[in-house]
């Protein structure tokens, strides 16, 4: 059974910081990219940060020298530190995992093509 769970959400100040978790079960966590997108209240849910299965990294123009994204497939964990943390970026944040794109069909059908958590909220507010 897939699990993925964040956690480290939660209610700060600008300027403060967050480091969310995404802790995952139940497919090879190796053979995924992993991503954090967010959805704020009244906009469409948007992807904020991608690290691919060899660790390679992607972020949105909003959040780059900002955010940091990491993981450690040992532990089938991923991480989003957030610094300067603004109003704007108050949001749901969702871990999202993806099939790596050469793996066989096959593989996707065992275990998955796509994962989603369930989300955490992150509030950003004087």
């Known amino acids: 059974q897939v699990q993925i769970v964040e956690s480290g959400g939660g209610l700060v100040q600008p300027g403060d910081s967050l480091r969310l978790s995404c802790t995952t079960s139940?497919?090879?966590?190796?053979?995924?990219?992993m991503s954090w997108y967010r959805q704020a209240p009244g906009k469409q849910r948007e992807l904020v940060a991608t690290?691919?299965?060899?660790?390679?990294?992607y972020y949105a123009d909003s959040v780059k020298g900002q955010f940091t994204i990491s993981r450690q497939n040992a532990k089938n964990t991923m991480w989003l530190q957030m610094n300067s943390l603004k109003p704007e970026d108050t949001a749901v944040y969702y871990c999202?995992?993806?099939?790596?794109?050469?793996?066989?069909?096959?593989?996707?059908?065992?275990?998955?093509?796509?994962?989603w958590g369930q989300g955490t909220q992150v509030t950003v507010s004087s």
């Open positions: 690290i691919s299965s060899l660790g390679s990294t």
């Open positions: 139940g497919f090879p966590f190796s053979n995924y990219d």
């Open positions: 999202n995992a993806k099939v790596r794109g050469d793996l066989p069909t096959w593989f996707a059908v065992q275990y998955g093509h796509e994962h």
